[in-house]
Structures are given as structure tokens and as C-alpha cells.
């Protein structure tokens, strides 16, 4: 059966970083496009990163360039969100998703819909 399952969420400082990932079994992200989304109390869920398969095209959304960075270990079948300087407004269930791309670059990073395979969430909560 195939899962994306994320950790590394918890509880943290404002101005403090946490690192979440997203593994995959029963799916090999290799070949896949992994992106990070996130969906705020109250709030619709919203795009944070996105990485082709090849690592080489990165996507974020303009608010958190900067401070959150998206990376992956094909060797581990994981990807990666590190996320610095958090602020309370970070303060989401961060959730992953993967899809298969014809090319490196896709224009379709940001639409949840456009994945066919995503995680349960990790929740991520930043103290003021």
C-alpha cells in the first residue's frame, strides 16, 4: 500500500527551526515531484514548496522564500522542509504530496488537486 507519512512536526519558539520530512513506502519518490503544503487554523490550505524529482527545480511560495527551505534524499526516499525564523502565523498541519512530472519543470506546483498521492499531516505549532 503506498503512504506518505511526515514527522518531525512539535512545538517551537518564535524565531526557532524545526525540520519537517515526508517518507514514502511502497512508492519511490525518485521519479516524483514532491511538494509541501499547509493549512492554518481557519484558513484554506495553502502551497509552501514544491522539488522535481531530479532536485533542480525548487518552487516557493513568495512568502516564505527566504526562510523555509525544500530538499530531498532520493537515496532515502524523503523530502524535506526546513523551516527557520518561524513565526506564529507558521503555526499549520503541514501536509505532502507527490505526483509524477513529464519534465523537470512543471507549472503545476502549487495545485493540491494536481497530486495524486498525499500524507495525513504533521502538525506544527510556533509559540509567540
Known amino acids: 500500500q503506498v503512504q506518505l507519512v511526515e514527522s518531525g512536526g512539535g512545538l517551537v519558539q518564535a524565531g526557532g527551526s524545526l525540520r519537517v520530512s515526508c517518507a514514502a513506502s511502497g512508492r519511490t519518490f525518485s521519479s516524483e515531484a514532491v511538494a509541501w503544503f499547509r493549512r492554518a487554523p481557519g484558513k484554506e490550505r495553502e502551497f509552501a514548496a514544491a522539488?522535481?524529482?531530479?532536485?533542480?527545480?525548487?518552487y516557493y511560495a513568495d512568502s516564505l522564500k527566504g526562510r523555509f527551505t525544500i530538499s530531498r534524499d532520493n537515496a532515502k526516499n524523503t523530502v524535506y522542509l526546513q523551516m527557520n525564523s518561524l513565526k506564529p502565523e507558521d503555526t499549520a498541519v503541514y501536509y505532502c504530496?507527490?505526483?509524477?512530472?513529464?519534465?523537470?519543470?512543471?507549472?503545476?506546483?502549487?495545485?493540491?488537486?494536481?497530486?495524486?498521492?498525499w500524507g495525513q499531516g504533521t502538525q506544527v505549532t510556533v509559540s509567540s
Open positions: 504530496a507527490a505526483r509524477y512530472t513529464e519534465s523537470d519543470r512543471w507549472g503545476s506546483y502549487a495545485d493540491w488537486g494536481s497530486y495524486d498521492c
Open positions: 522539488i522535481s524529482w531530479t532536485g533542480r527545480a525548487i
